[in-house]
Nanobody, 124 residues
């Protein structure tokens, strides 16, 4: 059992930056793959970024590559998503996810535990 809580969402202007955090409890997720997904109203949940158990391997959606950075601090049982050069199309609820597997997962069915989500709104 893994419980995940996202934080750090809010309203930012286009071109701004924001850092999301995902804190785990219940058990350590230091041996699990972690991911960030997002979902806008009326759209399906889409992959954003993923990181393997050690942080040595990452993957990004083409739409965010070069702007977003996923990282993890296993000692703090926390995963981060640093978002920069934000665009209005980045507006969505962002979800943290944990996989029992230790690799980099790109698909929703690969993840076993999900946080409640945090709203990110990019608007002037």
């Amino acid at each position: 059992q893994v419980q995940l809580v996202e934080s750090g969402g809010g309203l930012v202007q286009p071109g701004g930056s924001l850092r999301l955090s995902c804190a785990g409890s219940g058990r350590t997720f230091s041996n699990h793959g972690m991911g960030w997904f997002r979902q806008a109203p009326g759209k399906e949940r889409e992959f954003v970024a993923a990181i393997n158990w050690s942080g040595g391997s990452t993957s990004y959606a083409a739409s965010v590559r070069g702007r977003f950075t996923i990282s993890r601090d296993n000692a703090k049982n926390t995963v981060y998503l640093q978002m920069g050069s934000l665009k209005p199309e980045d507006t969505a609820v962002y979800y943290c996810a944990c996989a029992i597997a230790s690799g980099v997962g790109l698909l929703v069915p690969e993840y076993d535990y999900w946080g409640q989500g945090t709203q990110v709104t990019v608007s002037s």
